[in-house]
């Protein structure tokens, strides 16, 4: 006996995707419900996204050229939804649960039947392992994911998993390096890459210049023992905002900073003042530098004689004898201001101030001191 070829409505139709996008079910599920193939609802749902209200035009009576048309662009869609499963799946599946996350992952996306078959896996064993209750394990997993993307956000994004796993140590959350490294890896929680630094050291003068007392020694027994000082440059669509920093090598912190349109001595003076002020340092303490023009300067250097300060500067063109400062321009530039594009130097200058006073010196984990602030690490050793 002849097949009879079901026929619905173009209501049915649009009653059918509407049910599927607003009821929160699988469509594979809903298709049973309504006796029809996910199959079906998918291509309603293409249909009326690209005609809308012109979609369903027939009376579901096909001609017999209408018909093979019609098997010609199911099998055509049923080839490309294989090849876009293949493309997403990409990967080698180490077990057949990877392979039931990967359907469940797109059953919205694609007919859960033609998943299974392309993924060479059971339609039922899909379904049975989907109503399955999940393992302790996976419990747990569910549960650390949540708490390792709050502290991924509590980081700003910039927080590798090591940094994440001390943060989570921090709330007194056990686990291993490698379990989070693989939970941020499934999250798809990634930590922003650094970028390469444009130069801003004018050495071309006739300034005397000091010897490299530093020796690339990036340690100290106390703070207030080493300062280093650089200058970078941050792009506005104003202009050019030049920012200076004096870093002390002890904690990481830093104790002082300036910004403005230019890079005259008076940027890096305003900044040393700072850091003069804030900690008046009394004992010896050795200042590093390049040898650009702002801290040859004699104006400069006057300064620094005011003070028990031995002056140090690197080699020319030797960018490893001040890293630590390089490092902490990296920093600056990959987590705060390689993520935006700011309008006026006001703006950037505010997100700086943000970046190096609130998260930079009193939150930010360093590896260097242990994953702890540079607030901490005094507090922790300078009692």
Known sequence: MKKVQKTYTAEFKREAVRLAQTSGKPIAQIARELGISDTSIHQWRKELATHEAEAFPG?????????????????LEVTRQERDILKKANCIFKNVKERYAFVAEYDQEYPVK???RVLDVSESGFYAWRKREPSHRQRENEQLTEQIAQAFQMGRGVYGSPRVRAELQGQGIRCSKQRVARLMRQAGLRAVHKQRRVCTTDSHHNDPVAPNLLQRDFTAPAPNRK?????????????WLYLAVVLNVYSRFVVGWAMASHREESLVETALWMALGRRQPLEELLHHSDRGRKSTSLAYQAVLAQFPIQVSMSKKGDCYDNAMMESFFSSLKTECVHRQAYQSRAQAKQSVFEWIEVFYNRQRRHSSLGYISPVTYEQQTCL
């Not at 009376?59 to 099998?75: A, M």
């Not at 300062?227 to 202009?239: H, N, P, S, V």
Request: proline share 0%; charged share 30%.
């Open 59 to 75: 009376s579901g009576h096909q001609t017999i050229q209408e018909e093979e048309l019609r098997r010609l662009k199911r099998e």
């Open 114 to 116: 033609t998943m299974c």
């Open 227 to 239: 300062w280093l000082t650089d200058i970078t440059a941050i792009w506005t669509a104003e202009g």
